[in-house]
């Protein structure tokens, strides 16, 4: 199972653009990259999924270089609802593999007014 | 449309006590999990049903932990005795795996946090 690293925490002001940065060195080839959000007292929370390249959704964007070693999570213009526990998660889908999400301890992002 | 629900909130028992937790997936998902969280860390899976059976249980601790999936919806998962060290917050989540569709995601309810005394 690859490993992921992530830093621990973060901050950022309201209105500025977040990046974060998840190392994955021994992703496998039919291992996706997903990004969850966990706020205070609830269950985290699916964000963004990518394979390669780049994908967009209404609420982030997710940055995957050709070697797939790292990836972005670019969230824009944060607002203090933003602040959450964003974990990094790398394996094969759902419905095939391992079937399970394995968390790491997250990156907490803490956003100022 | 409901998403997972799980109850209680809030559980505080005394040490050796018994505690059972109750999880209601999304309507149509055939896979359930049960993690636990503790403070600061990451959720980690207990275990895993696909309908009503257990397909991934290594990280269960058999000794005072058990769980049912009857009929394959509703989930309890039941603590006996509790010790000091199972204060933590207990996950419960939902997917639907195979069909058609790829599947992305899974669904978590907003836990119960137990606090052993």
């Known amino acids: 199972l690859a490993k992921t690293t992530q830093p621990i925490s973060m901050d950022s002001y309201e209105g500025q653009e977040v990046n974060i940065t998840c190392s994955h060195n021994?992703?496998?080839?039919?291992?996706?990259i997903t990004w969850y959000q966990q706020f205070p007292s609830q269950g985290p929370r699916f964000i963004i999924q990518?394979?390669?390249t780049k994908v967009t959704n209404e609420v982030a964007s997710l940055f995957i270089p050709a070697d797939r070693k790292s990836s972005t999570l670019s969230l824009p213009r944060v607002s203090l609802s933003d602040t959450a526990v964003y974990y990094c998660?790398?394996?094969?889908?759902?419905?095939?593999?391992?079937?399970?999400?394995?968390f790491g301890s997250g990156t907490r992002l803490q956003v100022q007014p | 449309e409901a998403g997972v629900v799980q109850s209680p909130r809030y559980k505080i028992i005394e040490k050796k006590q018994p505690v059972a937790f109750w999880c209601n997936p999304i309507?149509?998902?055939?896979?359930l999990y049960w993690y636990r969280q503790n403070l600061g860390q990451g959720p980690e899976l207990l275990i895993r049903?696909?309908?009503?059976?257990?397909?991934?249980d290594s990280q269960l601790p058999k000794d005072r932990f058990s769980a049912e999936r009857l009929k394959g919806v509703d989930s309890t998962l039941k603590i006996q005795p509790a010790e000091l060290g199972d204060s933590a917050v207990y996950l419960c989540?939902?997917?639907?795996?195979?069909?058609?569709?790829?599947?992305?995601?899974?669904?978590f309810g907003q836990g119960t946090r137990l606090t052993v005394v």
């Open positions: 989540a939902s997917s639907l795996v195979g069909g058609t569709a790829k599947n992305t995601e899974a669904f």
């Open positions: 021994n992703i496998a080839t039919n291992d996706y």
């Open positions: 990518g394979y390669k």
């Open positions: 998660l790398v394996g094969p889908p759902l419905d095939t593999g391992r079937r399970a999400l394995t």
């Open positions: 309507s149509g998902h055939n896979t």
């Open positions: 049903y696909e309908n009503e059976e257990a397909v991934d």
